[in-house]
């Protein structure tokens, strides 16, 4: 078989074009998990001397993956500066989120098990950190961080999206959030959720997509929300599988109305066929 010579060098001199946008992924996600361990797992082995050459280690890290995006080292420097720097409000805003799902979750019984096993809460953390570097204007880093949450929990999480505080996700898979998202706080969302868009032209691509949640909103599992203009009100409830694309106003209940028939299966009154 001929080898594609041509097609090969193409190839390569996009790469070379474009070297600055190529970086490793999986000192990405290990850069991630490390920084999740230090924040919320036991450290109980490990001195004080110990947790800092720990952060000095994910400093660097860092500060590698930002200068391989921006090729200015001291550029990418004041961007793990500011990061860093705000990294104890992002650790406060987190434990108000675990706090939220210990109180709210009858099956959570501490909130180490909560930084242990919960995929919601992964999430959430990785939606905070993204969001900071998404903030700071730090390019292709945000998206490939959040994406491996989405791989990890089935959370698909916008690092642009706008999330107040004690936000709980509860199981969580299949949970879509689109990039203009605003949610305010005190806000529940179960599985199976999207908050997206209308419309997915390119042409919208500059403008406010996805819907707004006010403060204390419950969304239950399969819920579709979608529009730019739609806004959820304050302490509304949206019910199971529901479709909505327009205001909603504070203190409502949303939900729809299924009919459910149960019969005795010892004598069906008419063949049935499956299909399958």
């Known amino acids: 078989m001929a080898i594609p010579i041509n097609l090969i060098a193409r190839i390569h001199q996009t790469k070379q074009n474009n070297i ?23 450290q109980n082995d490990n001195s004080e001397e ?16 930002i200068t391989i995006i921006t090729a200015d080292k001291e550029n990418a420097e004041t961007h793990v500066k500011q990061f860093f720097e705000t ?57 490939v961080i959040s994406e491996y949450a989405h791989s990890k929990t089935g959370i698909d999480i916008h690092p642009g999206a706008v999330i107040g ?5 509860d199981h969580g898979t299949g949970i879509v959030i689109g990039e203009t998202t605003i949610i305010g706080n005190h806000v529940k969302i179960y599985q199976g959720v999207t908050l997206g868009a209308l419309n997915v032209s390119k042409e919208k691509a500059n403008q406010k997509r996805h819907p707004n949640i006010e403060d204390h909103v419950i969304i239950y599992s399969g819920a579709t929300i979608l529009g730019g203009n739609t806004t959820i009100g304050r302490e509304s409830i949206i019910g199971g599988n529901v479709w909505v694309t327009q205001d909603v106003p504070p203190h409502s209940l949303v939900y ?21």
Not at 20 to 42: A, M, N, Q, R, S
Not at 57 to 63: G, I
Not at 120 to 138: M, N
Not at 256 to 276: A, G, W
């Open 20 to 42: 600055h946008g190529f970086f490793d992924k999986i000192k990405t996600k290990k850069w991630v998990k490390d920084l999740y361990e230090v924040l919320f797992l036991p």
């Open 50 to 65: 110990q947790l800092k050459s720990r952060f000095e280690d994910l400093q660097k890290t860092l500060l590698d993956l």
């Open 87 to 143: 990294l104890p409000e992002l650790y406060d805003q987190l434990v108000l989120d675990a706090k939220s799902i210990l109180e709210f979750d009858p099956a959570a019984d501490s909130l180490e098990e909560v930084y242990l096993a919960y995929p919601g809460f992964f999430a959430t953390y990785v939606y905070r950190i993204s969001h900071q570097l998404w903030s700071q204007e730090v390019k292709i880093l945000p998206r």
């Open 165 to 169: 505080e004690s936000f709980f996700i």
């Open 256 to 276: 729809h109305k299924s009919e459910i028939k149960i019969k005795d299966n010892s004598s069906l009154p008419e063949s049935l066929t499956f299909v399958i």
